[in-house]
């Protein structure tokens, strides 16, 4: 079957095709590259982040680390690994907010990047569990701040002072 270009040259086409499918390709290859590029910058600054202890900014650029997802890119399981451990540190530390919005941002990136044929992740049923978890009444303790350290109360700073100054 040959088309008639308004060239006036013909041809076939499956040479229309084979472009198209090459076009397709590279557009491909170049989303993914970008896709790559944005996700190892993202958790480059979520390590930055982290090791100044600006947690909510680690955890906001983990979770758009996470976003870019290209399937086996390193950067995705950095991402999930980093939201993970934010959670969990913030969870045994007492920072129910923080661990909160933690978990759902790994719910959201594991949500956000599934597709047809991938297993059922692990990380994303412990999630939905902390957040039901923390959600309980019961588990409201310390809402104080978001950074990793407890304020401990004011009965636990002077209880013992005030034990040993009573005869």
Request: net charge neutral; proline share 3%.
């Amino acid at each position: 079957m040959l088309i008639r270009p308004g060239s006036g040259r013909y041809i076939s086409l499956w040479l229309w095709l084979s472009i198209g499918c090459l076009g397709v390709l590279a557009a491909g290859f170049v989303v993914g590259l970008r896709l790559v590029t944005e996700g190892r910058a993202a958790m480059a600054a979520s390590d930055l982040a982290f090791h100044r202890g600006d947690l909510v900014e680690a955890l906001r650029h983990a979770e758009f680390a996470g976003l870019q997802f290209v399937p086996g890119a390193e950067h995705c399981r950095g991402a999930e690994a980093r939201i993970e451990a934010l959670a969990r540190g913030a969870e045994a530390h007492g920072q129910r907010k923080f661990a909160l919005r933690a978990w759902r941002s790994l719910i959201r990136v594991e949500e956000q990047t599934a597709y047809w044929g991938r297993a059922e992740s692990d990380r994303r049923a412990l999630a939905i569990d902390a957040v039901r978890r923390l959600e309980e009444p019961h588990s409201h303790e310390s809402e104080s701040n978001l950074g990793w350290r407890k304020q401990p109360e004011r009965s636990q700073l002077f209880g013992e002072l005030d034990e040993r100054q009573v005869p």
